[in-house]
């Protein structure tokens, strides 16, 4: 480490934090000083959030210590953290919809007179804090559901302004904001660290670490790896620190590769401005990755295959017949049938307090009944053969799949799908959160699934996966597939160079991902 | 600046479009009914009409607070029969003891709305199934006040209350006896009405204006978010049920000043309950939570009533209201129910 | 997770059985206590007699019927709040109808609200809560417009009486009648795809749309159901008080609601077993029963009442804690 703690402001030593059998940090040392920004940097995953999260009071570490100006600080939670001056602008955003922009920027303490809300007091202020981050035309009076997400976004940041920060936590902030709107908050920024700020700014854009950061620090599996000072580290070693050099899954081989007969077409297809003429194909036996930021519309582009999007242009053809994808249960029959496993587990894939088997049965009813009457020797085949096949550890199929561990609970969602025997096989980051011998074990089950001829579109945040396990990797960036990459192109330079939209297209600044 | 003055009233329009509307329905047909009704305009009228609506809406005002909150109080309607048996055991008297009496039955009010509230955050137990049940208790304890209808109450306090201002000076003894010339311009506005102005002045416009009274939007709005912004969400749900039983109880009050008895009548609790369901929704507040207000579901209330009196007037026969409060509570939130059309992402329509 | 529930009688039990087994032991509890009064007041134990229990049980079946249709709405998560005067449009529909299509025209009257319901939680999303109340009042608007008010003065069918109020092998054809219901709301939840779909949506709707149920399809059937059992069991308590009455209906609402909760089916769905459901609405009609037997006033049978649903409640809540 080049700085020395002498100066810390905020000081964490042996820090680490456990989901499961997941490290998502590990003995992490970390400090950032006043009047300074401190970049901090890392894949999906690398426990910046956790970081972050155990910073603002959120959650607990397992063990460790965190000092804060001289004192040993252990919050219970957000408001405590609040009070010490330790506030954080959250990807998932802590506005109430329903309540206007001004309720929303002063909710924790209000400006008051006689006890009561001073509504005219609280205008005011709401109109101050916005018209600091240059927001002035956003009317305190709209309710933050009638906002736009980059609003929304800026509204957030003008709330946390708000409560006077001593530390100010940047979590993908920019993420959903116009170019104009990232001009104003760096100078925001630049006023808060010329008061004696200090700044924690996460973010996975290049350019904004180079325009903005004073110190960055990379992360890698829960480990801090190094924190070096602006200028010391050029572009290209940042990102070989962000990826790594040891290989963290095993991939099963890929066979030669070979651009099959197109089982899946999709043509222009566009929905709101989140998908933007989109045309890709996936053949028989191809696992087709799906690349690049977060929430550059890789998400919705599955959902627009499932049927679940309304008002969708352009087709999709399976096998060269058009298919109007109109549900899931239509989606579901199509063709040879097309699964989808979504992005949330737990509220998306699963009825948590149900079986085991009453979740794995749940998309194969259809074929396990005669009539409508359920076939009980049909399932619980059904059953045995998904658990055996996926190799699922559990205890009884009747037990409710919330006892599950979460790679567990993930190979039920998986296996639900199997069993509908499905020709296209859409995944939505089907390893976020689950431990490596799980990971690989699903990995190989995708091979083995494209050998028997499946045609397989995965989405993953993880690179390390596209590039092991796909045959071609598509990267989305502002709703458009800007770059797909085959055979040895796969590889972690053109993922992430790509998937930052490094080469061209620059000048765009902030992906729009308003609605 | 007047030209963001008359934006901000736009804005404030379209955010309030459900409170906006029931205003002018009510305002249009209400004024239809005086224009029809043979002593239209006059304050004889206006005090019949107001003593109708008033106890419907601080219960519609009372039930308005759980479902701002995300909840729902069916135990509204026994809070007010309750109330109502209490009073009419201890609103008899005269001078100081009626104050005394109605300190016991606002009290009574408050402290059913709190064990509501107790069941609901400390038993973990559902508003809809807990105040269900609570509703039974406090029925109970109704029958027990009242098993038969029955008691009285000061006849003072009954001609002042459901009379116009005028009477209620003349029987308080103020303005020269309500004799005053520059009352007279006063005289004739129902003292019931001013009553409802005023509960809804003192009471709910402060609480809304409150921290606590905006922890209860916030939390119908999105739970979560209002915990991470580290407000007392426990406090939050304990003030809105303690505020409905506040308004619940006026409303019993006054209903036994009304009827000079106290009568625990289970299924007039029951429909009571309903419609002051139905008078939050025609008021524009979703039962969703989060957006609305008290205010509009007086209107709701005005609303559900005005249709009875034109019935009585236009000589339809009498019969035929409730299918057309039916038919008005189901188009209005059939109306609001358009937005659903512009939902893209069907995902959207489960949360 | 610690299980500290180890020195409880109902610990070993799943989370879906422990509720019907507190509350059968309840029922148990309110038989042993009604038979004690007996015993010191008069002498005697006519509530363990057959025939008090079989009239109980003929008393209990319109209640049951109609619970068990309530049972299938809360389990997607609705509740139907039209029942009453569904009830009551059955009744007075079938006696008005007359002759052999009596029992057909009161159904259909059922199937349409029903249809009504679903397609107004269905499609519109409006919360059932609302829009079964709105329908509520709208029935009631026709039956009122329709009777003018009064009571109907058209009785009930010979076959109305048979199946409600005759007896074979002294066993009353009501409880035929619901015992064939509830066979068949036993092979629908638990041994068809509607059933599986039922409980699927009453956990997490959008998995269950992920997973390609028909959601709005399951929703519409299960609000038909539950309003045809209204209008069923309106027939059926016509036939038993040999004629239809305005707000027949209205005092079957919160029973039937209450019997399903207490029988452990979760208020916000999901979860649930029919067995449940019928032993909260033997519990409910025990109760109601011994109550008056020992003369206990209106105003503490309410408040039993009450109580019962919020200790019974706090006790099925308790395990959960320890559960998660």
Redesign the interface.
């Known amino acids: 480490m080049i700085h020395p703690a002498d100066n810390a402001f905020l000081s964490l030593a042996g820090i680490s934090k456990r989901y499961g059998g997941v490290h998502a940090l590990n003995n992490v040392n970390f400090q950032c000083e006043r009047g300074k920004v401190h970049a901090v940097l890392g894949e999906n995953g690398a426990g910046k959030s956790t970081l972050i999260k155990i910073i603002s009071g959120v959650v607990r570490p397992d063990q460790g210590t965190m000092v804060l100006d001289g004192q040993t600080v252990n919050f219970l939670?957000?408001?405590a953290a609040?009070a010490a001056g330790i506030v954080c602008i959250?990807q998932e955003?802590?506005?109430?919809?329903?309540?206007t922009v001004s309720?929303n920027i002063s909710?924790?303490s209000?400006p008051?007179k006689f006890?009561?809300?001073d509504?005219k007091a609280q205008r005011l202020r709401a109109e101050e804090l916005l018209a600091s981050i240059g927001c002035e035309d956003v009317?305190p009076?709209?309710?933050v559901r009638?906002l736009p997400l980059s609003r929304r976004q800026m509204v957030e940041i003008a709330k946390a302004l708000g409560k006077n920060p001593k530390i100010l936590i940047l979590d993908e902030a920019t993420s959903a904001l116009t170019s104009t709107d990232v001009e104003k908050v760096y100078a925001m920024l630049a006023r808060l660290k010329a008061e004696g700020v200090a700044i924690l700014y996460i973010s996975h854009r290049m350019h904004e670490i180079e325009a903005l950061a004073d110190n960055a620090s990379v992360f890698r599996n829960g480990r801090h790896i190094e924190t070096f000072a602006k200028g010391a580290r050029n572009n290209e070693e940042i990102v070989q620190l962000m990826i790594g050099r040891e290989i963290s899954a095993h991939f099963p081989p890929k066979p030669a590769f070979k651009r099959p007969k197109p089982l899946l077409e999709i043509e222009n297809l566009s929905?709101?401005n989140r998908l933007d003429q989109i045309s890709l194909s996936v053949g028989r036996g191809e696992i087709v990755g799906l690349g690049g930021l977060d929430g550059q519309g890789q998400k919705?582009l599955l959902?627009s295959l499932?049927g679940?999007?309304?008002?969708v242009e352009g087709t999709v053809k399976l096998d060269g017949a058009k298919q109007e994808l109109t549900?899931?249960?239509v989606?579901?029959?199509a063709g040879g049938g097309i699964a989808?496993v979504?992005e949330d587990r737990k509220?998306?894939?699963?009825?948590?307090?149900?079986s085991i088997a009453?979740n794995l049965?749940?998309?194969s009813?259809?074929e396990l009944?005669t009539g409508?009457?359920?076939d009980?020797a049909k399932v619980s085949t059904a059953v045995a053969d998904a658990i055996q096949r996926l190799k699922i550890k559990i205890g009884s199929p009747d037990d409710a799949v919330s006892t599950l561990s979460g790679g567990n609970q993930q190979k039920v969602v998986i296996a639900?799908w199997l069993m509908t025997k499905p020709d296209v096989i859409l995944l939505n980051d089907p390893t976020r959160g689950i431990d490596v011998g799980t990971k690989q074990e699903i990995y190989r089950l995708l091979r083995e699934l494209a050998d028997e001829g499946a045609a397989i579109l995965f989405y993953s945040t993880d690179y390390d996966e596209l590039i092991g396990s796909c045959d071609r990797v598509a990267i989305m960036y502002d709703g458009r597939i800007i770059s797909e990459l085959e055979g040895d192109a796969i590889n972690e330079k053109n993922i992430v160079s790509a998937a930052l939209n490094i080469s061209g297209n620059e000048s765009k600044g902030g992906a729009h991902v308003g609605h | 600046m007047s030209a963001t003055k008359s934006s901000d009233f736009g804005l404030r329009l379209r955010q309030n479009m459900g409170f906006a509307i029931a205003v002018v329905l009510f305002s249009v047909v209400y004024f239809l009914y005086h224009l029809a009704h043979p002593k239209g305009f006059s304050s004889q009228v206006l005090v019949q009409n107001s003593n109708e609506v008033f106890s419907l809406a601080m219960l519609a005002m009372a039930q308005t607070v759980p479902v701002l909150m995300g909840g729902l109080d069916l135990s509204v309607g026994a809070v007010m029969t309750l109330v109502d048996c209490l009073a009419s055991h201890v609103l008899e008297g005269a001078g100081w003891s009626i104050f005394g009496g109605i300190a016991l039955c606002l009290a009574a009010g408050a402290a059913a709305g709190f064990v509501n509230g107790c069941v609901v955050v400390f038993g973990r137990i559902q508003p809809i199934i807990a105040t269900l049940a609570t509703g039974a208790i406090y029925m109970g304890l109704a029958l027990f006040l009242r098993p038969i209808p029955g008691g009285k109450i000061n006849e003072d306090i009954n001609w002042a209350m459901t009379n116009a201002l005028g009477d209620f000076a003349e029987t308080v003894g103020i303005f020269d006896d309500g004799k005053a010339p520059w009352f007279q311009f006063f005289a004739g506005v129902p003292t019931s009405l001013v009553f409802l102005v005023l509960v809804a002045g003192i009471i709910w416009v402060p609480f809304r204006r409150s921290v606590t009274g905006r922890t209860v939007y916030a939390i119908g709005s999105a739970e979560g978010a209002a915990f991470m912004s580290g407000l007392n969400i426990h406090r939050g749900k304990l003030a809105a049920f303690t505020l409905a039983g506040i308004f619940a109880g006026i409303g019993g009050i006054f209903m036994a000043i009304q009827t000079s008895s106290g009568n625990a009548d289970i299924p007039m609790a029951g429909a009571y309950t309903l419609s002051s369901i139905a008078s939050v929704v025609i008021g524009g507040t979703s039962l969703l939570g989060g957006t609305g207000g008290a205010i509009g579901s007086i209107f709701g209330t005005l609303i559900l009533k005005v249709i009875s009196f034109n019935f009585r007037i236009f000589d339809i026969a009498p019969l035929l209201q409730p299918l057309f409060e039916g038919l008005v509570l189901l188009g209005a939130v059939s109306l609001g129910a358009l937005s659903i059309l512009r939902v893209k992402n069907q995902l959207e329509l489960f949360r | 997770m610690i299980d500290m529930t180890r020195y409880s009688p109902f610990s070993r039990l799943s989370r879906d059985d422990k509720p019907i087994a507190i509350a059968a032991t309840f029922i148990l509890v309110i038989l042993s206590a009604g038979t004690c009064y007996t015993m010191l007041r008069f002498g005697s134990a006519p509530l363990l007699t057959p025939a008090y229990l079989i009239q109980q049980l003929q008393i209990g079946s319109f209640l049951g019927i109609i619970a068990a249709g309530m049972m299938l709405v809360i389990l997607i998560s609705q509740i139907d709040l039209s029942v009453p005067w569904t009830l009551a449009a059955g009744a007075m529909t079938a006696t008005a109808v007359g002759g052999q299509w009596a029992l057909p025209a009161a159904l259909g009257v059922g199937l349409f609200v029903g249809l009504l319901n679903g397609f107004g939680v269905a499609y519109l999303r409006i919360p059932s809560m609302i829009f079964t109340l709105g329908v509520n009042a709208v029935m009631r608007g026709l039956m009122v417009a329709q009777t003018g008010g009064f009571a109907p003065q058209t009785a009930a069918t010979d076959l109305m009486r048979y199946i409600a109020a005759e007896r074979t092998f002294g066993i009353p054809h009501a409880i035929f009648v619901w015992l064939a219901i509830s066979i068949g709301m036993v092979v629908l939840l638990r041994k068809t795809t509607f059933g599986r779909s039922i409980y699927a949506i009453g956990n997490k709707e959008a998995a269950a749309y992920l997973s390609g149920v028909a959601t709005r399809r399951v929703t519409i059937l299960a609000f038909v159901m539950c309003s045809v059992a209204a209008s069923l069991s309106g027939v059926l308590l016509a036939g038993y008080a040999t004629k239809a009455y305005q707000g027949m209906g209205d005092a079957y609402v919160l029973p039937a609601i209450a019997a399903v909760v207490i029988g452990g089916t979760n208020i916000l769905g999901g979860r649930g077993r029919y067995l449940g459901t019928v032993i909260g609405v033997i519990l409910i009609v025990l109760l109601n029963s011994v109550l008056s037997i020992m003369e206990m006033p209106e105003a503490g049978r309410q408040i039993i009442y009450g109580l019962v649903i919020i200790s019974m409640l706090l006790v099925y809540g308790r395990g959960e804690k320890v559960a998660s």
């Open positions: 939670s957000p408001s609040n959250f955003l802590s506005l109430m919809p329903d309540l309720d909710i924790a209000p008051r006890g009561l809300i509504s009317n009076l709209m309710r009638d929905w709101e919705e959902l499932f679940v999007l309304k008002r549900s899931p249960r989606a579901k029959r989808l979504p509220t998306e894939g699963l009825m948590l307090p149900m009453e049965v749940l998309a009813l259809d009944s409508s009457l359920v009980e639900k």
